[in-house]
């Protein structure tokens, strides 16, 4: 199983980016999908999720409007769209796969792609 994150890195405030993640190993589109981050010093926080076959997306307060998640089941990839990007955006984002079966929990991470927004 592997999930690689790419398409992190450098941008001024307000600009743009949009990091992806590569699954492979495992049935993506059985797997609701999500984004989340951490920057130093904090805790792991959710940022972004989409249900499996994509047809629902949530999105934390701090992100709403300015984010957007989606996926694309027959390459086995999940985006995230950065956009209006601030300096407290700031972060190690992670891709995390998740799904439930009759209370069991299956997640894989990947590895985590780091943004950082500074002028």
């Known amino acids: 199983v592997q999930l690689v994150e790419s398409g992190g890195g450098l941008v001024q405030p307000g600009g743009s980016l949009r990091p992806s993640c590569a699954a492979s190993?495992?049935?993506?589109?059985?797997?609701?999908m999500n984004w989340y981050r951490q920057a130093p010093g904090k805790e792991r926080e959710l940022v972004a999720s989409i249900t499996s076959g994509g047809g629902s997306t949530d999105y934390a307060d701090s992100v709403a409007g300015r984010f957007i998640i989606s996926r694309d089941n027959r390459e086995n990839t999940v985006y995230l769209q950065m956009n209006s990007l601030k300096p407290e955006d700031t972060a190690v984002y992670y891709c995390?796969?998740?799904?439930?079966?009759?209370?069991?929990?299956?997640?894989?991470w990947g590895q985590g792609t780091q943004v950082t927004v500074s002028s």
């Open positions: 190993g495992f049935t993506f589109s059985s797997y609701a």
């Open positions: 995390n796969a998740l799904r439930r079966r009759i209370g069991v929990k299956v997640e894989y």
